[in-house]
């Protein structure tokens, strides 16, 4: 598996030690809309997202993407998160769909997992290996939160 995607114009590896392949753990993610995209698996730094100002090396979570690990409260947390403020928007805007999120499996060589710091327990960055497409993913369901 290589990295040097996620490391172009990097002169440090975003990939420690604490970085670890993950097969067997069932992770969500957010999704833009109503089924999974590649977007939905795209990092701020690959959507052309600018970057708040970094500090303490944080670029490398700028390139990976947030996931979550699945449990019984992430209906609770993906509500609270994504709420108020975006749906004001939709509602304005005349969008009215349910939020969704996906839970899946990540297939070997899709990447590597880094359980997230100061942040909720069940927080993880993945870095992308070079050959991650969407059939690097296991997808189990497709879950409403709102």
């Not at 992770?27 to 701020?44: C, I, M, N, P």
């Amino acid at each position: 598996m290589t990295f040097d995607e996620l490391h172009r114009d990097l002169n440090y590896n975003c990939i420690t030690d604490d970085c670890k392949e993950d097969t067997s753990t069932i992770f969500t993610r957010k999704l833009a809309g109503q089924e999974v995209k590649e977007y939905d698996f795209q990092s701020h730094w690959e959507r052309g997202m600018p970057r708040r100002p970094i500090k303490d090396n944080k670029e490398c979570e700028w390139r990976s993407i947030s996931i979550n690990r699945n449990h019984e409260d992430i209906t609770d947390y993906y509500k609270e998160k994504f709420s108020t403020a975006n749906e004001i928007k939709r509602i304005r805007a005349g969008e009215r769909l349910p939020k969704k999120y996906c839970t899946f499996k990540l297939i070997k060589d899709a990447g590597v997992v880094k359980k997230g710091q100061n942040r909720p327990p069940y927080h993880c960055s993945l870095f992308k290996s070079d050959g991650f497409s969407l059939e690097k993913i296991n997808l189990i369901n497709i879950e409403v939160f709102t």
